[in-house]
Nanobody, 115 residues
Framework: QVQLVESGGGLVQAGGSLRLSCAAS????????MGWYRQAPGKQRELVAV???????NYADSVKGRFTISRDNAKNTVLLQMNSLKTEDTAVYYC?????????WGQGTQVTVSS
């Protein structure tokens, strides 16, 4: 099993920045990568960014150029730096870790961007 704990959400004005952090623990040797998803009210959960342990990354078109995903190997942590936030970025953000056969989710952290 893998446990994921997110932190760093909150309320910010449009144009501001937040940094989300996700600490992973447990059977980490099986993990191939980690990422962030988000779910806004009334909408489906969507991929925000993913970083594979090979080093490759993918971003949703809506966040390219504004969000950056990175990994702190020493702390088994994945970070999501969010700049130039927009009201449409408001959502619950979930950390995700995946292996060849499983995926794991954090409990979610609320990000609210006010106009």
């Amino acid at each position: 099993q893998v446990q994921l704990v997110e932190s760093g959400g909150g309320l910010v004005q449009a144009g501001g920045s937040l940094r989300l952090s996700c600490a992973a623990s447990g059977r980490l040797f099986s993990i191939n990568g980690m990422g962030w998803y988000r779910q806004a009210p009334g909408k489906q959960r969507e991929l925000v960014a993913v970083r594979r342990y090979s080093g490759s990354t993918n971003y949703a078109d809506s966040v390219k150029g504004r969000f950056t995903i990175s990994r702190d190997n020493a702390k088994n942590t994945v970070l999501l730096q969010m700049n130039s936030l927009k009201t449409e970025d408001t959502a619950v953000y979930y950390c995700n870790a995946f292996s060849a056969y499983d995926e794991y989710w954090g409990q979610g952290t609320q990000v609210t961007v006010s106009s």
